[in-house]
């Protein structure tokens, strides 16, 4: 019977007639939609936040990378509609899961908003429907906790439905690599729906990586993640050791990075930042637990990580002194508040930890980012709602006792900065050659 089911979704998806469902639309599930509407499928775009689908319906975008135009084409060519009736979804011969995969206060797996997802595809799960999780996790979820939750309907996965993982590599703000041309690793929970995902992803995306299970493809994505986190730690970590014997990191790794074999680069920052690097290691963490293993890479990483905002403020505190003042009353600038350069997403910010601190510590603190015009009142940053960025000109510079740059956007006039503000803290080595007014952060 499953051959019958396959068969049939197969040859939709090879005519391009099946009907792809994307529940998430944010910086991975928008993207996703949106190529396979390129392609010529219909595309449903399920979304529980109204403000999206109204602006999405109304052929806008609310990601800065992905132009309106994209949007308004496949609206327009009637391959794409954003909705929050969840009953849609028995329209859709393939769903695709991107919603969000945060951690809980104490660092733990928050799996609600797949759990949620999957309550809602169990609601309308009919035979013959692929499911893929893309939402990063530990290893294993897409078997335990969305395969348990669809087969509770008394559907089998791999007889009835399909079942897949397939982790999004999605880089926002880099203009080398697209949703499209990303190489896609896809795992099935049996070998049918290892073939199912892999065909439809073909459709849109250029190089399809096949695994040979839905948690190998888990691990796959963690393992990427895992590697970054540890790797900006271990940078950061010789950063530190590196200023305390006056020797420049930033001389240290271009000098380090003309090896051509054996060495990636990695940059050292301010901390960690963005929906992934920060949280993701820690999904493996907690589930090695129960396995008895220990991960102490990832644990380390995380201390070392977090550890420098407050290392970014002692620098703050260091060049304050050299001019005789206190961070107290003392007015700080902050250069980029998004997590990475070039793009306008604040999510885990190390901006935020060395705001707070600063606020603590008496300073009376501003911020410019090009891409951050208001930070608004969240989690990383309650009690301070409608903060605004100011422009960046020369009076404002002037009249800092420090500017402090966070983060390093491209089309900052860094020359402007250099020589009107009295102070300059440098987390991104923007400035290499060494000037009395730069304090390496
Ligand atoms: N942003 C990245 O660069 C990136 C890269 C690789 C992987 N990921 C992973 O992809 C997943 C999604 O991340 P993101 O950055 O796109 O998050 P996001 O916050 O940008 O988007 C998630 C979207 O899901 C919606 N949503 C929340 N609950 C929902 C529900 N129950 N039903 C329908 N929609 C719901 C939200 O309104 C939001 O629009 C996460 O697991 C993340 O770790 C993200």
């Not at 190529?35 to 975008?61: C, H, I, W, Y």
């Not at 009736?85 to 908003?113: H, K, M, N, Q, W």
């Not at 250029?206 to 948690?215: E, L, M």
């Not at 790797?231 to 010789?238: C, D, P, Q, R, T």
Request: one cysteine or more; proline letters at 6%.
């Amino acid at each position: 019977m499953s051959l019958n089911y396959k068969a049939s979704l197969l040859q939709k998806i090879e005519q391009r007639t099946a009907v792809v469902g994307v529940i998430g639309l944010g910086y991975v599930g928008l993207p996703l939609a949106l190529a396979f509407a390129d392609r010529g499928m219909r595309v449903l775009g399920f979304d529980t936040d109204p403000k999206k689908q109204e602006l999405l319906n109304a052929g806008r975008s609310y990601i800065q990378h992905i132009p309106a135009e994209r949007v308004k084409k496949a609206l327009e060519d009637g391959r794409f509609a954003a909705t929050a009736e969840f009953g849609r979804l028995r329209e859709c011969d393939a769903i695709l899961i991107c919603v969000p995969t945060p951690l809980t206060e104490t660092r733990d797996p928050d799996l609600s908003y797949v759990a949620a997802t999957t309550r809602e595809i169990k609601a309308v799960l009919r035979q013959g429907q692929l499911i893929v999780l893309e939402s990063t996790t530990y290893p294993g979820t897409t078997d335990e906790l969305v395969k348990e939750t669809l087969e509770s309907t008394g559907l089998r996965s791999g007889r009835d439905f399909f079942l897949a993982f397939s982790p999004e590599r999605e880089d926002p703000g880099n203009s080398s690599f697209t949703t499209t041309t990303i190489p896609k690793v896809v795992g099935g929970c049996d070998p049918d729906a290892g073939d199912l995902a892999e065909a439809l992803y073909a459709q849109a995306i250029a190089k399809i990586v096949r695994v040979s299970s839905a948690a190998a493809a888990e691990a796959a994505k963690i393992t990427e993640n895992v590697f970054r986190a540890v790797n900006i730690a271990l940078v950061n970590e010789l950063k530190v050791v590196y200023e305390r014997m006056g020797i420049d990191v930033w001389e240290v790794l271009d000098a380090a990075a003309t090896k051509p074999f054996g060495f990636m680069r990695f940059n050292p920052g301010p901390g960690w930042g963005g929906h992934c690097i920060p949280l993701d290691p820690f999904y493996l963490a907690w589930k090695a637990r129960q396995y008895g293993a220990d991960t102490k890479f990832i644990e380390l990483a995380g201390e070392v990580n977090r550890a420098m905002p407050d290392y970014v403020v002692e620098r703050v505190q260091h060049g304050l002194n050299l001019h005789k003042k206190s961070v107290n009353g003392s007015r700080v600038l902050l250069l980029g508040m998004a997590y990475k350069k070039n793009i306008g997403d604040t999510r885990e910010s190390p901006a935020y930890p060395i705001a707070r601190t600063l606020i603590g510590l008496g300073a009376e603190l501003g911020y410019h980012d090009p891409l951050v015009s208001v930070l608004p009142d969240t989690r990383s940053w309650p009690g301070h709602p409608g903060l605004r960025s100011q422009p960046l000109t020369a009076e404002v510079l002037a009249r800092q006792d420090a500017v402090v740059i966070v983060t390093d956007h491209s089309g900052v006039d860094y020359d402007l900065v250099l020589s009107a503000a009295p102070l300059v803290i440098d987390a991104r080595g923007v400035y290499r050659a060494p000037h009395p007014k730069v304090i390496k952060a």
